[in-house]
C-alpha cells in the first residue's frame, strides 16, 4: 500500500540539547505521578469522549512521524474555556477545550499539540527544574540525592510538574526550540507548520500577548510566523492536509459542549478537596465577589472574604485573614513603592529583586523577566521561588511561588505588586491574581 502524498518527503527532528540531572526513567516517572494531581484539580474529558479520541487521532500522527521508540504519549482534554495547553514531563499532553473551540482548522490544532510534544522530546520540564535544583543543592551531591529515589527527592525539595507548575512555563528560549521541533513534526505529519504560527498570532491579534493564558506559560519568542516560515522554506516541497473530515464535526461537538473558567474550576477544586495549609492557617480560597481598594497610589479589586492590611498611605498586603503565618505572608499580595537608582525598568525590577532576597536569602528566580501590559501601562514580570513560612504534615517546609510584577510611575519610582503562595496551590489562585492585576489602575 503506497504511503499517503503528504508522508513521502520527512524531514529530521534534531537532537534533543541542553544539560538535565533527570534520567529519561525519571522524567516518565513524574508525568505518571502527576497525572493523577491534574485529574483531581482539572475537569478532565473521559478518554472515551469523542473530542479526547480526536486529540488523540491528531497526536498519534504526529508521533508516527518521530524516532522510534519514542516517549510514552497520551493525550487528554481538559474542559477548560481558557485558550491553553500544556505538558507533563515524559509524554502527558493535556489542551483545553478553549483551544480546540478557538481553532480555525485541524492544522491549527495539530500545531498546538506538536508544540506541546516538543516541550517533552526537549525535556525542557526537567531542564528547568535541574536548573532549580543546582540553585537549592550543591553539585557535588545532587547526583547521588537523584539516585536514591527521584520522587521522594523532587518532593523534599518543594518541586512540582502539575497544573500551572513554574517548570511548565517556559523560557523564550525553549518557546522557539519547541516551535522549531514542532514545525518539523507538522510537516513531516502532513500538516502546514505556518499554521502553528498562524494561530499564535491569532491569539495576539484577539486578545494580545498577556491576554491569552497560554501567553502565560509560552511567552513569545518574537517572529514567530517569519521564524518558522524560514524553516519550513528549506525543506522539501509538498502538499499539505488543513483538515481531515473529523474536524468540522469535532469542532462542532465542542462549540456545544461547556467549557469552564478557572475561576469555576478553582472554586470546584476547593469544594471537592481540602487541600489547604496544614498548620492550621485555614481556608484561603477566594470568594467570586469582589471589592474595590480606593489607595492614594492605585485602585484595584480584590476578594471580598480577603482583608487589607496597612493604610491608604503606605505599603499594603491584600489576604485572605487565615494566609498570614509566623508573621509573613503564606498566601496573597503584597502592593508597595520602590525607588530605584535607574531610570530603566528593567534594571529597576533586577534592583528590587536583589532588595527582595536581602529579606529572602532563598529567594530565586525562575525563566527570563517578561514584558507585561496592565492597562495600558508597559511593566516587567518576574517568577521566583522561595521558602514559604508553611510546613505541611511531615513538619518539611514548603516551596513557595511569587510572582513580581514591576510598573513604572510618572515621578520616576516603581510600584510593585507581589502575589504569593506555595507552590502547590498556585494554579488555583492564580485567576484571583490574574484579575486582580487587571483591574489595578495607578493615580
Same mark, same amino acid.
Given at each position: 500500500m503506497?504511503?499517503?502524498?503528504?508522508?513521502?518527503?520527512?524531514?529530521?527532528?534534531?537532537?534533543?540539547?541542553?544539560?538535565?540531572?533527570?534520567?529519561?526513567?525519571q522524567d516518565?516517572?513524574?508525568?505518571?505521578?502527576?497525572?493523577?494531581e491534574?485529574?483531581?484539580?482539572?475537569?478532565?474529558?473521559?478518554?472515551?469522549s469523542?473530542?479526547?479520541?480526536y486529540?488523540r487521532?491528531?497526536?498519534?500522527?504526529?508521533?508516527?512521524?518521530?524516532?522510534?521508540?519514542?516517549?510514552? =504519549? !497520551?493525550? *487528554?482534554?481538559?474542559? @477548560?474555556k481558557?485558550?491553553?495547553?500544556? &505538558?507533563?514531563?515524559?509524554?502527558? #499532553?493535556?489542551?483545553?477545550?478553549?483551544?480546540i473551540?478557538?481553532a480555525?482548522?485541524?492544522?491549527q490544532?495539530?500545531?498546538?499539540?506538536?508544540?506541546?510534544?516538543?516541550h517533552? =522530546? !526537549?525535556? *525542557?520540564?526537567?531542564? @528547568?527544574?535541574?536548573?532549580?535544583?543546582m &540553585?537549592?543543592?550543591?553539585?557535588? #551531591?545532587?547526583?547521588?540525592?537523584?539516585?536514591n529515589?527521584?520522587?521522594?527527592?523532587?518532593?523534599?525539595?518543594?518541586?512540582?510538574?502539575?497544573?500551572?507548575?513554574?517548570f511548565?512555563?517556559?523560557?523564550?528560549?525553549?518557546?522557539s526550540?519547541?516551535?522549531?521541533?514542532? &514545525?518539523?513534526?507538522?510537516?513531516?505529519?502532513?500538516?502546514?507548520?505556518?499554521?502553528?504560527?498562524?494561530?499564535?498570532?491569532?491569539?495576539?491579534?484577539e486578545?494580545?500577548?498577556?491576554?491569552?493564558?497560554?501567553?502565560?506559560?509560552h511567552?513569545n519568542?518574537?517572529?514567530?510566523?517569519q521564524?518558522?516560515?524560514k524553516?519550513?522554506?528549506?525543506?522539501?516541497?509538498k502538499?499539505?492536509?488543513?483538515?481531515?473530515g473529523?474536524?468540522?464535526?469535532?469542532h462542532?461537538?465542542?462549540?456545544?459542549?461547556?467549557?469552564?473558567t478557572?475561576?469555576?474550576i478553582?472554586?470546584?477544586?476547593?469544594?471537592?478537596?481540602?487541600?489547604?495549609?496544614?498548620?492550621g492557617?485555614?481556608?484561603?480560597?477566594p470568594?467570586?465577589?469582589?471589592?474595590?481598594?480606593d489607595?492614594?497610589?492605585?485602585?484595584?479589586?480584590?476578594?471580598?472574604?480577603?482583608?487589607?492590611?496597612?493604610?491608604q498611605q503606605?505599603a499594603?498586603?491584600?489576604?485572605?485573614?487565615?494566609?498570614?503565618s509566623?508573621?509573613a505572608?503564606?498566601?496573597?499580595?503584597i502592593?508597595?513603592?520602590?525607588?530605584?537608582e535607574?531610570?530603566s525598568?528593567?534594571?529597576?525590577?533586577?534592583?528590587?529583586?536583589?532588595?527582595?532576597r536581602q529579606?529572602?536569602?532563598?529567594l530565586?528566580k525562575?525563566?527570563?523577566?517578561?514584558?507585561?501590559r496592565v492597562?495600558?501601562?508597559?511593566?516587567?514580570?518576574?517568577?521566583?521561588?522561595?521558602?514559604?513560612?508553611i510546613?505541611?504534615?511531615?513538619?518539611q517546609?514548603?516551596r513557595?511561588r511569587?510572582?513580581l510584577?514591576t510598573?513604572?510611575?510618572?515621578?520616576?519610582?516603581?510600584?510593585?505588586?507581589?502575589?504569593?503562595s506555595?507552590d502547590?496551590?498556585?494554579?488555583r489562585?492564580?485567576p484571583?491574581?490574574e484579575?486582580?492585576?487587571r483591574?489595578?489602575?495607578?493615580?
Amino acid at each position: 500500500m503506497a504511503s499517503p502524498a503528504w508522508a513521502q518527503s520527512m524531514v529530521p527532528l534534531p537532537k534533543p540539547t541542553g544539560s538535565n540531572f533527570f534520567s529519561p526513567d525519571q522524567d516518565i516517572q513524574l508525568g505518571k505521578q502527576n497525572v493523577e494531581e491534574v485529574r483531581k484539580q482539572m475537569p478532565v474529558l473521559p478518554d472515551s469522549s469523542p473530542i479526547t479520541q480526536y486529540v488523540r487521532s491528531i497526536g498519534e500522527r504526529l508521533e508516527r512521524t518521530m524516532p522510534q521508540p519514542t516517549w510514552p =504519549y !497520551e493525550f *487528554h482534554v481538559i474542559q @477548560q474555556k481558557d485558550i491553553n495547553a500544556f &505538558a507533563l514531563p515524559g509524554g502527558p #499532553i493535556f489542551v483545553n477545550l478553549g483551544t480546540i473551540q478557538a481553532a480555525d482548522n485541524e492544522a491549527q490544532l495539530a500545531g498546538v499539540i506538536a508544540h506541546e510534544m516538543s516541550h517533552v =522530546y !526537549e525535556r *525542557h520540564s526537567t531542564a @528547568q527544574a535541574s536548573k532549580q535544583m543546582m &540553585a537549592q543543592v550543591p553539585l557535588s #551531591i545532587l547526583g547521588g540525592l537523584l539516585g536514591n529515589g527521584v520522587m521522594g527527592q523532587v518532593a523534599r525539595l518543594g518541586l512540582s510538574f502539575g497544573a500551572g507548575s513554574l517548570f511548565l512555563k517556559y523560557s523564550r528560549g525553549a518557546e522557539s526550540q519547541a516551535d522549531q521541533v514542532g &514545525a518539523r513534526l507538522m510537516y513531516n505529519a502532513g500538516y502546514n507548520p505556518v499554521e502553528m504560527a498562524n494561530f499564535f498570532r491569532k491569539l495576539e491579534e484577539e486578545g494580545g500577548a498577556g491576554g491569552s493564558q497560554f501567553f502565560s506559560d509560552h511567552p513569545n519568542p518574537g517572529n514567530r510566523v517569519q521564524s518558522v516560515s524560514k524553516e519550513v522554506s528549506q525543506f522539501p516541497r509538498k502538499s499539505f492536509q488543513t483538515n481531515s473530515g473529523e474536524f468540522a464535526r469535532i469542532h462542532q461537538l465542542a462549540a456545544g459542549t461547556k467549557g469552564y473558567t478557572a475561576q469555576e474550576i478553582q472554586q470546584r477544586a476547593q469544594q471537592a478537596s481540602s487541600n489547604v495549609p496544614d498548620q492550621g492557617v485555614g481556608t484561603i480560597a477566594p470568594s467570586g465577589s469582589y471589592q474595590t481598594l480606593d489607595h492614594s497610589a492605585f485602585n484595584m479589586s480584590y476578594p471580598s472574604n480577603w482583608k487589607v492590611f496597612g493604610d491608604q498611605q503606605s505599603a499594603v498586603t491584600v489576604a485572605p485573614e487565615s494566609g498570614i503565618s509566623q508573621d509573613a505572608v503564606a498566601y496573597g499580595v503584597i502592593i508597595n513603592g520602590f525607588n530605584p537608582e535607574t531610570n530603566s525598568l528593567n534594571e529597576a525590577t533586577q534592583q528590587l529583586v536583589s532588595s527582595l532576597r536581602q529579606s529572602n536569602p532563598d529567594l530565586r528566580k525562575i525563566g527570563n523577566d517578561d514584558d507585561i501590559r496592565v492597562n495600558g501601562i508597559s511593566g516587567r514580570s518576574v517568577d521566583l521561588t522561595g521558602k514559604s513560612p508553611i510546613t505541611d504534615k511531615g513538619g518539611q517546609q514548603l516551596r513557595e511561588r511569587d510572582w513580581l510584577v514591576t510598573l513604572p510611575r510618572e515621578d520616576g519610582s516603581v510600584m510593585y505588586l507581589l502575589f504569593i503562595s506555595p507552590d502547590r496551590d498556585f494554579s488555583r489562585l492564580r485567576p484571583t491574581f490574574e484579575h486582580m492585576l487587571r483591574t489595578v489602575h495607578m493615580k
